[in-house]
């Protein structure tokens, strides 16, 4: 279970990215963090793990108090926290299959990694969950030869080799046209349904968001303005996140879209 308790975060710049946030994710549960450009959405996700300094508040992972960690413990820690992000972060001249064992850093340290040495466990590993995203034939191919679909099942795999407990994802789907993004948020909701792991996923989506989540929390301005299931989404609260808009449309979209099959 994951816990955040009165996470706040002040840039050094003054701006106040999150004011308080109270959340728990229980284990297995997937989340979509959803709410307007500059409401917290990133930096929320990476007050979890650390990539930013949460100025006061608690977070937890099970027992685990990751903001009093120390560097050596937070990289621990951080073995269990895959992410996933929009830009891919793939090293563009290594193959897939060094893409996604460059997982395991955390866990074969610099040098053996470095000299391409991975545990042959690790390797079968890497086969079985390049098979399971549908790019066993492409193992082998640099990452610079993938489309952006591919390259978000290479960082899918990248992260759940960590054998992670909860993934962090931010836009997973930013970069990709609405078809492959269906595909790449099913295949995530999927990856996490069989591996009982929970995950929050950043999106701008909300008709995406609607049909592949258990649950929404609204962002505004670095608060919770809504928590609840999908379905409750209706034009008041996305108001209520995202200000005046016409939201008809996007929830009609939402309902469409769940009765169509691919
Ligand atoms: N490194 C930084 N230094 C200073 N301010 C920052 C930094 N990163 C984010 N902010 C500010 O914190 C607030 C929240 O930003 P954040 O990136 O978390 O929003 P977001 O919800 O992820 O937005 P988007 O949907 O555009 O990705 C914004 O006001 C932003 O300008
Ligand atoms: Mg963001």
Redesign the pocket.
């Known amino acids: 279970m994951l816990k955040l308790e009165q996470l706040e975060k002040t ?3 003054g ?1 106040k ?1 999150l004011t308080g946030i109270d959340l728990t994710v229980p284990d297995g549960q997937v989340l979509a963090l959803i ?10 996700i990476r007050c979890i793990n650390r990539l930013v300094e949460p100025t006061a508040g608690r977070v937890w992972l099970d027992d685990l108090e990751l903001t009093r960690l120390s560097a050596t413990g937070l990289r621990n820690a951080r073995r269990q926290m895959g992410m996933i992000f929009q830009e891919y972060a793939l090293v563009e001249r290594l193959t897939v299959m060094e893409n996604v064992l460059s997982g395991r850093l955390g866990y074969v340290g610099f040098w053996r990694s470095y000299l391409r040495r991975y545990p042959q466990a690790d390797v079968d590993e890497a086969f079985r969950l390049l098979d399971r995203v549908g790019l066993l034939a492409m193992a082998d191919k640099r990452a610079d030869e993938l489309s952006g679909g591919q390259r978000q099942r290479v960082g899918i795999c990248r992260a759940l080799i960590q054998n992670p407990k909860l993934l962090l994802v931010d ?1 997973p789907t930013a970069s990709l046209d609405p078809k492959t993004s269906r595909q790449i948020m099913r295949l995530i909701c999927e990856l996490c349904a069989e591996r009982g792991l929970a995950a929050i996923i ?1 999106i ?1 989506d909300v008709a995406l968001a609607q049909r592949f989540v258990q649950r929404v929390v609204g ?1 505004r301005a ?1 608060s919770i303005a809504f928590d609840g299931a999908p379905d409750r989404l209706s034009p008041e609260v996305l108001t209520s996140i995202y200000g005046e808009e016409d939201w008809e449309a996007t929830s009609q979209q939402a309902e469409d879209e769940s009765e169509g099959a691919e």
Do not use: M, V
């Open positions: 840039y050094r710049t701006d990215a709410g307007p450009s500059g409401a917290g959405k990133s930096t929320l836009e950043n701008h962002l670095g």
